[in-house]
């Protein structure tokens, strides 16, 4: 009987392997010799889950758990069982060997999966897909086995379903052309600042945990990593799983706990627990990539099960590409990974709308469904990704939206700082006081001022793009010129997939990404986030084999070192009543809107490495020593740079302030979902406010402003000064509210102007419009913060931030009577005290009395919260000093006003201006917003110096519940 075909379009061989490629296909001159490989066949599901994937993150985790207990999970979202078997039915009438049905298989085999995976062969390969294997060369003279045009299908599978194909095959990636062609001088010697160091240092995992403040390494939590209980993490890697070679004389159990036992001075005696997954067996022992996993995480994040996933093995022509272990770790229903990690890729440069990318895709909604937050490596190829279009790059199997992309950094010591010539002057200007340098330092996580007496102790002065290329003379290689280059893993990847659109957690951001070559392709933008890779510091790991200990480095390191603190933040998660993170990008992205000082933001380096084969450098091939391949840099990649970037994305981790804001922002989606934002938009992009309520109107700008804000029918028209260069911001502010905090950072940026505070009245469902010297200003994270009090109006001559001066209590779980920890930087001479108490609504009112009537202060007063030990004030803790307590009895949904003291001139201001001094007229605003429940006073009446970080306060309603961890 003749079959007929369905044609899969976009299905060529460079489709798989070379997406944005410049090269054709080789001339082929012989068929491909006998072969035998395996293949997948992924179907569609019944249902799209296009729905869940768009709502927020506690409305997805919702849905998940009634799906769950429904027991309707996979029936709506898996292929349909009845299709799925009569495609298994007909490949096995065309006369194809299936692998069995199950998902502790060898290879994952289901409905629920929509995968079936079978043998192929030189007798029946034209059977499946209606086209031969060849055998080639590319332009660089390397053997390919490809085939010509689109594969098809019988029209019995693609009528039933089946979508997707991949290969457990050892098809070679990466066709590029040798055409020379315009290339860019490079300059000489390191190609990005910070890496330098001509001798690296050395890290163990869990002091960079402590670096970074993961919440269970913290300086004030310095033992909770070893003993609190953090969920199982899968380790994706690829014929090897716990496979160690013979001449170790150990297991492999042995091997990873002797690794933990050596670390110095903490003691980690207990031993870990580890898991193989390998039905297909594994054939490889020894890899540089699975220590680095391994150690990472098993020292970052010692309770947790670690989980080794060997794919498909090397049984039965398998040849475990990574998207079978992949598969194995994420249908893993015995031992459940919350998070899985990954360092390896197959193929890298899969094209958008091809059967190859609909099964990548679709296996990380898998993930989504499954409720396991992925974690990939950006790569560590620079810009040009190791592929020679002369284009920018990045991986597009590891860019899903549904996965977290790690970018890698260098971190340098203060000493490493004045070793490194790039970062020399840098060092010496931060030691002699150089308020700019400061200031980027503080920026990228900077807790200490630096000073010559600092240069043994300060473990952290600045990170930059990890970026390992160096070039002497024309030779492009690595610092000791032996090996590297841009076809090696020398520097991070990063940059944007034209494969899909941008995300719209990166839209919501305000962010609008396109790739820096001259092809301006919008797209996803990676990474999302970034931790050290190398460069001047590197990680201590065990060796290959898994005995003893080596150095390892790259954005493999990165994606571990997160698999480990997103184990913490699970743990955090579930002590707090709440469901396991699962697919967790939205919270990232808004944890950076609403508390930046969340991440450490990198503002130094590059990643260029785009290049073309042919022209006048030379560098190294993939595994090479020398530099022999001629090739022609282009000269496109990304910078550093404030805010979010595609080198190291939102930045490294401030891991405790990060799960603070993570925990915060999913009890409001959880439980508070309906309380009014401050601003709501509207599908024309209009705005207008849901309520009565007052606001402040806050100025920032680099130059004299003039500013109008519409509300309803009223009209505010001010005039602001430029702000001081140095005056706070959201992230300094809430940098400062960490206890171990320098008060000379603090003291250093002081009595720095803010521009112009004013404040409106809104009526329900008015308007609201800001214009900054007549330009309207759009709000581009309006969707992110509105839920948290505030919105910042931005254009191109400045900003105004439309916040609350009030906090509404959303407390963990929704519960009452709980316990809120008021953290307190001083930033004032004065002597000042704070008191919280409970107003009726955001206009502040209390039982009818307005801020500024007669008797309002002494409403207030009977309405102030106790802190622990009943006082009802807290007293500032002195000249650039912090402090912290515990309020009492606060209720879910309450809102929380303040009052300051200023004890030293003997005057009272409210955060209503109203209630405050007139000068000429106007009555004095005292209160500025620096984002998540974070506020800074002005403490001198009539205004003072304006800088508005006298004393700042933060209101933190969840942290105390369960163990109370992030307190
Ligand atoms: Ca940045
Ligand atoms: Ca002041
Ligand atoms: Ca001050």
Redesign the pocket.
């Known amino acids: 009987m003749a079959i007929t075909y369905d044609e899969l379009p976009n299905s060529t061989y460079l489709d798989l392997t070379s997406y944005r490629g410049n090269a054709p296909l080789p001339v082929a001159f012989v068929p491909e010799s006998p072969f035998s490989f395996n293949v997948a066949l992924v179907l569609e599901r019944i249902v799209e889950p296009s729905a869940l994937l768009a709502s927020d993150w506690a409305s997805r985790q919702s849905q998940l758990e009634t799906l769950k207990s429904n027991n309707t999970l996979w029936s709506t979202y898996g292929a349909d069982p009845a299709a799925y078997q009569a495609v298994r039915t007909e490949l096995t009438n065309l006369g194809f060997t299936l692998f069995p049905e199950g998902n502790d298989q060898q290879y994952v085999s289901s409905a629920e999966s929509r995968t079936i995976w079978l043998k192929v062969d030189q007798t029946n390969f034209h059977t499946l897909f209606d086209t031969v294997l060849q055998k080639g060369q590319d332009q660089q003279g390397s053997d390919v086995t490809f085939w010509q045009n689109n594969l098809s299908l019988p029209d019995t599978l693609t009528s039933r379903g089946v979508k997707g194909v991949m290969f457990d095959a050892g098809f070679q990636s990466l066709l590029a052309a040798n055409p020379g062609g315009a290339g860019v001088e490079l300059p000489q010697d390191g190609q990005g600042p910070g890496n330098s160091l001509h001798t690296a240092g050395q890290i163990y995992p869990n002091d960079l945990a402590s670096i970074y403040n993961y919440p269970f390494n913290s300086e004030t939590t310095r033992d909770w990593w070893k003993t609190v209980a953090t969920a199982p993490i899968g380790l994706i890697e690829p014929n090897m799983g716990t496979a160690v070679p013979a001449s170790t004389h150990k297991t492999f159990a042995q091997l990873a706990d002797e690794y933990r036992q050596g670390i110095p001075d903490v003691h980690l005696d207990q031993p870990g627990t580890y898991v193989n997954v390998a039905p297909g067996g594994a054939a490889n022992d020894s890899s540089g990539e699975r220590s680095l996993d391994v150690s990472i995480v098993t020292a970052a994040a010692p309770t947790s099960t670690v989980v080794l996933y060997a794919g498909s093995g090397d049984a039965q022509g398998a040849r475990s590409v990574v998207f079978t272990a992949y598969q194995a770790a994420i249908w893993d229903e015995t031992n459940n990974p919350a998070v899985v990690s990954s360092s390896f890729r197959d193929f890298p440069h899969i094209a958008p709308g091809s059967p190859f990318d609909f099964a990548y895709r679709e296996l990380f909604v898998d993930a989504v469904l499954r409720n396991i937050t992925m974690i990939n490596a950006v790569g560590d190829g620079g810009s040009g990704d190791q592929f020679a279009n002369g284009l920018t790059n990045v991986d597009t199997m590891h860019a899903s939206p549904y996965t977290i992309v790690a970018g890698g950094t260098s971190l340098s010591s203060q000493q490493a700082a004045t070793d490194d010539p790039t970062l020399h002057a840098l060092a010496s200007a931060a030691e002699a006081g150089n308020l700019p340098t400061i200031w980027q330092l503080v920026e990228g996580g900077l807790k200490h001022l630096p000073t010559v007496d600092t240069l043994a102790t300060n473990q952290r002065l600045i990170e930059t793009v990890w970026n390992s290329y160096f070039v002497y003379g024309q030779d492009i290689v690595d610092q000791y010129n032996n090996g590297g280059g841009f076809q090696q893993n020398f520097a991070a990847a990063g940059g944007v997939d034209p494969s899909q659109p941008q995300p719209s957690y990166q839209t919501d951001f305000g962010l609008d990404l396109a790739t820096s070559d001259p092809s301006a392709l919008p797209g996803r933008g990676v990474p999302d986030v970034a931790a050290l890779a190398g460069g001047n510091l590197r990680y201590i790991v065990t060796g290959n084999d898994m005995a003893g200990t080596g150095s390892g480095a790259g954005t493999s390191a990165a994606a571990p070192m997160w698999s480990a603190l997103v184990a913490q933040f699970d743990a955090v998660f579930r002590d707090q009543g709440l469901p396991h993170l699962g697919y967790m990008n939205d919270l990232l992205y808004t944890a950076a809107a609403i508390a930046p000082a969340s991440f450490n933001?990198?503002?130094l380096g590059n990643n260029t490495s785009s290049f073309l084969y042919g022209g006048n450098y030379l560098t190294p091939t993939a595994s090479g020593n020398t530099a022999t391949v001629a090739v022609t840099p282009t000269g496109w990649g990304y910078e550093?740079?404030?805010?979010?970037?595609m080198t190291?994305g939102l930045?490294t981790p401030n891991g405790l302030l990060l799960a603070r804001a993570l925990t915060a922002i999913a009890h409001e989606q959880v439980s508070f979902g309906s309380v009014d934002h401050v601003v709501h938009v509207d599908a024309a992009g209009d705005f207008s406010t849901a309520l009565s309520e007052t606001l402040l109107l806050q100025t920032t700008s680099n130059a004299a402003a003039t500013v109008n804000v519409i509300t309803g029918s009223d009209l505010q028209s001010f005039a602001s000064g430029p702000s001081a260069a140095y005056a706070w911001t959201s992230l300094l502010a809430q940098q400062s509210l960490q206890s171990n905090f320098d008060p000379n950072l603090v003291r250093l940026f002081d009595k720095q102007a803010q521009g112009t505070l004013a404040q409106a009245e809104t009526q329900a469902g008015g308007a609201l419009s800001v214009f900054v010297d007549g330009t309207e200003a759009g709000a581009p994270q309006v969707k992110m913060t509105t839920p948290f009090g505030f919105v910042d109006f931005m254009s191109s001559d400045g900003g105004v931030r439309v916040a609350r001066p009030v906090a509404v209590a959303e407390t963990a779980g929704g519960a009452d009577n709980q316990q809120a920890v008021v953290r307190v930087r001083q930033n004032g001479e004065d002597s000042l005290a704070v008191t919280f108490y409970k107003v009726d609504d955001f206009n502040g009112t209390i039982a009818g009395l307005n801020p500024g009537d007669a008797g309002y202060a002494a409403a207030a007063q009977g309405r102030a919260y106790q802190f622990s030990g009943g006082a009802t004030s807290l007293a500032g803790p002195g000249y650039g000093n912090y402090t912290q307590a515990m309020l009492q009895g606060v209720n879910a949904g309450d809102h929380v006003a303040m009052s300051l003291t200023n004890q030293s001139s003997g005057n009272t201001f409210w955060a209503f201006s109203q209630a405050n001094e007139s000068v000429g007229g106007q009555s004095v605003g005292h209160l500025w917003s620096y984002g998540l429940n974070t506020w800074g006073w002005e403490d001198t009446r009539g205004g003072g110096d304006h800088d508005f970080n006298d004393l700042v306060v933060q209101l933190d309603f969840t942290s105390a519940s369960g163990h109370g961890w992030l307190v």
């Open positions: 933001d990198i503002t550093a740079g404030t805010g979010y970037d190291t930045g």
